[in-house]
């Protein structure tokens, strides 16, 4: 067991994802528990813990890279809303996704944009009182 | 004709890129000069041109995009030049890189990290007195 | 502003794209009115545009690529329609896309035909008189 | 005609993938009929039916390309009842997709798992009475 | 052994790529002769002989494909040998590369359009008296 | 630090790798010496030690990825020699990647079945008397 590695990893998952990381952690239980354990101990406890890069430009390298793969939909949009969590603006995550148009082609930007209309969507509805 | 669009985009391509870029262009020249033109436009002239972004944090979403996409080698060995260009570190670089290693898998990751090794030692080179 | 190249680009985006076209660019205009701007300017002022290549011929090119690399299927529905609006023949297209099994395998081909089932089904729709 | 691929090609998808190959085959018949055939045929007449190759391998080795490509949903869905179907376990599927997170990154590992997670309730929902 | 569908399959092999084709179906004899088989009896004897779409267009056709996908790129050069043996001019080769620029990203189209600089100018020595 | 995953990942990658492991490992001391040991840790020390899918299956789920991926050829055949280290036969390997011509395309197999007659002719010499 690996308790160091972990407890970074989950407290680092928590700062840039919040809840939607602790869902995916959830939804792993009863498929791949172990799964869950390596996603919090490698990429948040060894990869994001790592020094010498900020958070916000991981976020947005991560948002771009996604775009570009165009392959993994509901990951973009957790690390989205990471983006936003970490504090990059929306016109920071949009202006990396408009980039991947050159790098990637029009369609994955397009749906990029989407994903991240429908994530700001979400965080206004969520930022605004309900009575 | 847009005259503008056109000297921005050379402008920002020396800027980012250099005489690497010099050299995409010219390689360009008999096969199809008019993607030249294109390429000077709309990403550099447009895109890069934009506001709202820092251009060490463009270039570093790049570097991200092509280490993770895998198939377009020179392109991120002309970014990784670009990043180093426009004021990243060698360490921001190599942290964005590995990160990739999370979003498009370790060999992804590897081969991004043997094109910066290549590029570094390329800088090394130029910068090193021949006397 | 380079108005030609926007009036050029509008007007093929709606010769390809036909109404699909207008709720693309409609749908950017809260997350990236500029992106709406970019994609009538480059795509279509600039490259579908050009001469030295049938507009058929084009759009089936964008249906075997956007078939085989399989990560952007609201695109290739959008260009399901643009191959049929400048007159590509069902047949045509269906030949397009069995072809990419051979290049990108048969999940990509059979997800490419099931996208144009589905945008056949709706060229019937609006073609049957509705009373 | 080819009568001896079609039968043993037709033989070996019902062994594999039971309904659900026949469901692929039924929603070719009125876009693409030639195409059913021919996926009969080559993955199934002349690929699966080779020796030297235990068809629960075959099975894991699709299981692995299918996750790790990250565009194919429908079809990693049927192969993972394919799998399942040829005897793999439930554990094994978990392993190769789980080691996906190495070469193709977490996403698609991630991705890959909800897919197995949906495909064995189904299973669980079948397996069980329903009185 | 099915000889109708691997004759029809080798002229159509011969007629689209020539001695390159040959080259490849050599160069499988010692690691896979089968797949050499496979290769002539299905992309060649069951998908390039079909009516209905034109040898031309299924070139430009592939050609975008393999362009776009970007991890091929001996069998794009194959490819834009093939496009040139059946009839398709230079000019229309360059603008689908250049097209793909907006479906798969200046990188992808930059390394199409190098690949086509070097079968355009093997096409020049092969063509010109070497006397 | 945590020396058990370590040596548990190094003797793993020995084991399977061999000296082609030890070889990545070196070269990656000067670029990013941490990239080498999460490299031993996790891929090595945490997956391919896990229980419940057998070492050859492993391997061949890695050829059958690589090859359908097609953007990672230098692992591509460091895992070809892997597979044959963990005991899998030369018609094992060469079966998995024909069927990666299903899932990936012709062109993905022929490279992987290329890489294969590379790695193939290497172990012949290594293993044939040098007088």
Redesign the interface.
Known sequence: M?NE?YKRGLAKLEEIDGQAGEH?IA??K???P??AT??I???FG???S?P??DLK??E?????????????A??LKVHLHGARNVGCSR??I??????????????????G??A??EV?AQEDTMASPTT
């Open positions: 690996n590695r995916v939804s792993l009863d498929i791949a172990d799964f390596l996603l101990e490698f990429p060894d990869i994001y790592r010498g890069l430009v991981r947005l390298a991560v948002v771009a890279a996604l775009t570009a793969l165009g392959n993994a509901p990951q016109q920071e949009v202006e990396v996704i408009m980039q991947m148009a050159v790098y990637a082609g029009f369609p994955a930007a397009l749906n944009l989407f991240a209309k700001f």
